[in-house]
């Protein structure tokens, strides 16, 4: 409420007391939203009650706001004022009337008891109906967010526990995780973290932190919860703990990586330094997805990165046109040739998750390339096409992202030295740099005679 509405009988303790006891006492506010008093016979402080009336129905719905400041002084919260008790009000009139508009257009409403963990529930519900992957969200969801908030009920959240939370995942360790874990590591023990160490932690908090607004943003959004209470907002992410993946593989280093590879693992290799392609994507490829006449592969979605059409370069083509000819559409591009066993895919002898982590320490050890996983091999090409002067919008394209925001994250810093190069090759050549400046002239005009303006200033000067 902008201000607060007078009322003879009821805004003083004085004019309340003369009241009669054991009755309530109204004091219409708007259309449909009442103020009520109630002064008990006992002699103790009066009671505040707001009543809203339903404009579809006419149904009442009322609620107790607390005890009036008659023989105690008003704190705002259990002995409530006069002027603060119609501020209490509005909020309840605010959430009858949202509540009505949902019932009317047939949204489902929820009631106090909705909890964080419902808000989770719905936000990956969401996720999934928009065909989003959804594998490494729940996995997070379940270990981090959960266990803290899962059944406290949004109404009851405060930036302070947010904050809290926030700082404890900065400030813990790693958590560990695979087969045989059972339970997460809650200190550092005798090992002193390091800056990078906690660097990293506060950047997986930020993630962390990202996800909990996510989905009680969402819940806002489907009116779930009461717009007026949103503690998260105010709760800040942690400042400069981001970092580029800086790594990726020089030409020479590529070259000695892909002839230290097994004879198998080699063309995986191959392709994903072609491509750009993540490894679950390789590992579903079909002859069928490369098109030698459009000089393009088809790259299937996984749970980052969206489906697309990928563009080779010359050399790519030749290599595709090589490792498919004469193969049947239907067969995987590539095979693992020394394992006879039919994997998650249903196919006998293609590469499978978790395949490519020993290949890639055996093929660093043959080529004495500095160890790395196979996720750097996009990187590298990523790099590569950023240093080539590629627009950032068509490296976006060829990864999969939806924007530039990930390639500017991750491939910034190489920027500078990629727009000068692409200034110094590319840049028109306008052969102007040997011309003089000249005055401008006209037929029939002397540049050296006194213009019009200049004998009109002259005539006025003289009167």
Same mark, same amino acid.
């Given at each position: 409420?902008?201000? &607060?509405?007078?009322?003879?009988?009821?805004?003083?303790?004085?004019?309340?007391?003369?009241?009669?006891?054991?009755?309530?006492?109204?004091?219409?506010? &708007?259309?449909?939203?009442?103020?009520?008093?109630?002064?008990?016979?006992?002699?103790?402080?009066?009671?505040?009650?707001?009543? @809203?009336?339903?404009?579809?129905?006419?149904?009442?719905?009322?609620?107790?706001?607390?005890?009036?400041?008659?023989?105690?002084?008003?704190?705002?919260?259990?002995?409530?004022?006069?002027?603060?008790?119609?501020?209490?009000?509005?909020?309840?009139?605010?959430?009858?009337?949202?509540?009505?508009?949902?019932?009317?257009?047939?949204?489902?409403?929820?009631?106090?008891?909705?909890?964080?963990?419902?808000?989770?529930?719905?936000?990956?519900?969401?996720?999934?109906?928009?065909?989003?992957?959804?594998?490494?969200?729940?996995?997070?969801?379940?270990?981090?967010?959960?266990?803290?908030?899962?059944?406290?009920?949004?109404?009851?959240?405060?930036?302070?526990?947010?904050?809290?939370?926030?700082?404890?995942?900065?400030?813990?360790?790693?958590?560990?995780?695979?087969?045989?874990?059972?339970?997460?590591?809650?200190?550092?023990?005798?090992?002193?973290?390091?800056?990078?160490?906690?660097?990293?932690?506060?950047?997986?908090?930020?993630?962390?932190?990202?996800?909990?607004?996510?989905?009680?943003?969402?819940?806002?959004?489907?009116?779930?919860?009461?717009?007026?209470?949103?503690? @998260?907002?105010?709760?800040?992410?942690?400042?400069?703990?981001?970092?580029?993946?800086?790594?990726?593989?020089?030409?020479?280093?590529?070259?000695?990586?892909?002839?230290?590879? &097994?004879?198998?693992?080699?063309?995986?290799?191959?392709?994903?330094?072609?491509?750009?392609?993540?490894?679950? =994507?390789?590992?579903?490829?079909?002859?069928?997805?490369?098109? =030698?006449?459009?000089?393009?592969?088809?790259?299937?979605?996984?749970?980052?990165?969206?489906?697309?059409?990928?563009?080779?370069?010359?050399?790519?083509?030749?290599?595709?046109?090589?490792?498919?000819?004469?193969?049947?559409?239907?067969?995987?591009?590539?095979?693992?040739?020394?394992?006879?066993?039919?994997?998650?895919?249903?196919?006998?002898?293609?590469?499978?998750?978790?395949?490519?982590?020993?290949?890639?320490?055996?093929?660093?050890?043959?080529?004495?390339?500095?160890?790395?996983?196979?996720?750097?091999?996009?990187?590298?090409?990523?790099?590569?096409?950023?240093?080539?002067?590629?627009?950032?919008?068509?490296?976006?394209?060829?990864?999969?992202?939806?924007?530039?925001?990930?390639?500017?994250?991750?491939?910034?810093?190489?920027?500078?030295?990629?727009?000068?190069?692409?200034?110094?090759?590319?840049?028109?050549?306008?052969?102007?740099?040997?011309?003089?400046?000249?005055?401008?002239?006209?037929?029939?005009?002397?540049?050296?005679?006194?213009?019009?303006?200049?004998?009109?200033?002259?005539?006025?000067?003289?009167?």
């Amino acid at each position: 409420m902008s201000r &607060s509405k007078r009322s003879a009988q009821l805004e003083t303790k004085t004019k309340r007391l003369e009241l009669g006891a054991g009755m309530d006492h109204t004091e219409t506010l &708007s259309s449909g939203r009442y103020l009520l008093y109630r002064r008990p016979a006992s002699g103790r402080n009066g009671t505040w009650r707001a009543r @809203w009336r339903n404009p579809e129905n006419g149904k009442f719905l009322s609620k107790r706001l607390g005890a009036a400041d008659d023989f105690t002084d008003a704190d705002g919260i259990d002995v409530i004022d006069w002027k603060s008790v119609q501020k209490k009000a509005e909020v309840f009139f605010t959430e009858c009337a949202r509540t009505a508009q949902l019932e009317a257009i047939g949204e489902a409403v929820v009631d106090s008891a909705y909890t964080v963990g419902h808000a989770l529930r719905d936000h990956i519900t969401e996720c999934i109906r928009l065909g989003q992957e959804t594998a490494t969200l729940i996995a997070r969801i379940n270990a981090i967010i959960l266990p803290e908030f899962g059944e406290v009920p949004v109404a009851k959240l405060t930036t302070k526990k947010i904050e809290d939370w926030r700082d404890k995942m900065g400030d813990s360790p790693r958590r560990k995780t695979g087969w045989g874990v059972s339970e997460a590591r809650t200190d550092w023990g005798d090992v002193t973290p390091t800056d990078e160490q906690l660097r990293a932690r506060k950047a997986t908090a930020n993630r962390n932190l990202a996800t909990l607004r996510k989905a009680l943003s969402f819940a806002v959004e489907k009116h779930r919860v009461s717009r007026d209470h949103q503690p @998260w907002k105010a709760v800040l992410s942690f400042q400069k703990v981001s970092k580029s993946r800086a790594r990726f593989l020089k030409v020479a280093e590529q070259r000695a990586l892909v002839k230290g590879c &097994s004879d198998d693992f080699r063309p995986m290799v191959q392709a994903a330094l072609f491509t750009g392609s993540r490894y679950g =994507p390789l590992c579903r490829l079909k002859v069928r997805d490369f098109d =030698p006449i459009a000089e393009t592969i088809w790259i299937s979605k996984d749970k980052w990165d969206s489906s697309r059409y990928v563009h080779l370069a010359p050399e790519a083509v030749a290599w595709f046109k090589k490792v498919t000819k004469g193969r049947g559409g239907d067969e995987s591009m590539f095979l693992r040739k020394d394992v006879k066993r039919v994997n998650r895919l249903n196919l006998e002898g293609a590469w499978a998750r978790g395949d490519q982590d020993w290949q890639m320490v055996l093929a660093c050890r043959a080529s004495k390339v500095e160890p790395l996983v196979f996720h750097i091999l996009r990187h590298t090409y990523a790099s590569g096409l950023v240093n080539a002067g590629v627009p950032l919008v068509f490296v976006a394209k060829q990864l999969g992202h939806v924007d530039t925001r990930m390639v500017e994250h991750f491939y910034g810093h190489l920027c500078p030295s990629a727009l000068k190069e692409s200034v110094r090759v590319l840049s028109p050549v306008l052969g102007i740099a040997g011309s003089r400046n000249r005055p401008a002239t006209r037929k029939g005009f002397d540049p050296n005679e006194e213009n019009d303006s200049q004998v009109r200033r002259k005539r006025i000067a003289k009167k």
